[in-house]
């Protein structure tokens, strides 16, 4: 069965990077018929889609993050990563990683999810 | 940006009853491209629905989606006590990752 699992600090300082990691277990990451995204949800708000990436590499990101925004992949560790840099209290949030289906000329629902992280932006 | 509005924001019914939430598109959702998601405290978003009308794998057929262009349904007919949770609709036609609505709350009354 697959799983995901966020991992990563719970408080990053204002101005800071923030970092997570997302273990993929239950199945290969290298899959061309998904892409692994990242999401948020600040407290008391609805979601947020961050960005996702497909194991060779290719990237999309929400515009409004896009300055800020990384994600990457490690196929041999069969995980994928954010890191949000210059982070503010607007910031803080429960951050999701879940897998994203790949339809033949777009990107589509996510499913499953991980747990979530909550991340804190704090000095 | 395509905008989802969920309505009503918190829905107080009781078990067996019939839940309908909805959610309305700022703009017209391509094909149908739209999924609902359940969300209890502390636990992962789960996908129900999917092409708006598609059940996710294992999901019970008590729930259904419908809905086209800019206005969703998703209907949980006979409410289970597990059913009481979030839920959210999710537009991914206008741009990757797409945008959510802000929930829908299914309490027990």
């Known amino acids: 069965q697959l799983q995901l699992q966020e991992s990563g600090p719970g408080v990053v300082k204002p101005s800071e990077t923030l970092s997570l990691t997302c273990s993929v277990s239950?199945?290969?990451?290298?899959?061309?018929?998904?892409?692994w995204g990242w999401i948020r949800q600040p407290p008391g708000k609805g979601l947020e889609w961050i960005g996702s990436?497909?194991?060779?590499?290719?990237?999309h990101y929400n515009p409004s993050l896009k300055s800020r925004v990384t994600i990457s992949v490690d196929t041999s560790k069969n995980q994928f990563s954010l890191q949000l840099r210059s982070v503010t209290a607007a910031d803080t949030a429960l951050y999701y990683c879940?897998?994203?289906?790949?339809?033949?000329?777009?990107?589509?629902?996510?499913?499953?999810w991980g747990q979530g992280a909550l991340v804190t932006v704090s000095s | 940006e395509t905008v989802l509005t969920q309505s009503p924001g918190t829905l107080s019914l009781s078990p067996g009853e019939r839940a309908t939430l909805s959610c309305r598109a700022s703009?017209?959702?391509?094909?149908?491209?739209l999924a609902w998601y359940q969300q209890k405290p502390g636990q992962a978003p789960r996908l129900l629905i999917y092409?708006?009308?598609s059940r996710a794998t294992g999901i019970p057929d008590r729930f259904s989606g419908s809905g086209s262009g800019t206005d969703f349904t998703l209907t949980i007919i006979r409410l289970e006590p597990e059913d009481f949770a979030v839920y959210f609709c999710?537009?991914?036609?206008?741009?990757?990752?797409?945008?959510f609505g802000q929930g829908t709350k299914v309490e027990i009354k």
């Open positions: 879940a897998r994203q289906r790949r339809e033949l000329l777009y990107l589509a629902w996510f499913d499953p």
């Open positions: 239950g199945a290969s990451i290298s899959t061309n018929r998904y892409y």
């Open positions: 990436i497909h194991s060779s590499g290719s990237t």
């Open positions: 703009q017209t959702v391509r094909d149908n491209y």
């Open positions: 092409g708006a009308s």
């Open positions: 999710h537009q991914y036609s206008s741009s990757p990752g797409g945008t």
